[in-house]
C-alpha cells in the first residue's frame, strides 16, 4: 500500500510522461513553417499567429486592428502552395 503520497507521484509521472509525448501535427507544421517564411519575408506587419489546430487551422491576434491580417493571409496562402 503506497499511500496518498505514493499514488499523487505516480499521477505526477504520467502527466508529465504524457505532456513529452505531444507533438505538432504535419499541418501544424507547415503552418508554422509558412509563419516563419511570412515573418522572414516582412510580410507579417502588426499581430501574430497564436494558435494553431491540428488540422492547420491557425488564429491572428491584431494589436487594435486587423491592419495586416489580408496581407498575411495573402502570403499564408502563397507559402501553403509551395509545400503541397
Given at each position: 500500500?503506497?499511500?496518498?503520497?505514493?499514488?499523487?507521484?505516480?499521477?505526477?509521472?504520467?502527466?508529465?510522461?504524457?505532456?513529452?509525448?505531444?507533438?505538432n501535427?504535419?499541418?501544424?507544421?507547415?503552418?508554422?513553417?509558412?509563419?516563419?517564411?511570412?515573418?522572414?519575408?516582412?510580410?507579417?506587419?502588426?499581430?501574430?499567429?497564436?494558435?494553431?489546430?491540428?488540422?492547420?487551422?491557425?488564429?491572428?491576434?491584431?494589436?487594435?486592428?486587423?491592419?495586416?491580417?489580408?496581407?498575411?493571409?495573402?502570403?499564408?496562402?502563397?507559402?501553403?502552395?509551395?509545400?503541397?
Amino acid at each position: 500500500m503506497m499511500g496518498r503520497r505514493g499514488d499523487t507521484l505516480i499521477l505526477a509521472a504520467v502527466l508529465l510522461a504524457g505532456c513529452a509525448t505531444f507533438q505538432n501535427t504535419p499541418a501544424q507544421d507547415r503552418t508554422w513553417a509558412a509563419y516563419a517564411a511570412c515573418k522572414a519575408q516582412g510580410r507579417v506587419s502588426q499581430g501574430q499567429i497564436y494558435r494553431v489546430e491540428p488540422d492547420g487551422r491557425w488564429w491572428f491576434r491584431g494589436t487594435d486592428t486587423l491592419y495586416g491580417y489580408q496581407e498575411l493571409q495573402a502570403c499564408m496562402r502563397e507559402e501553403f502552395a509551395k509545400r503541397k
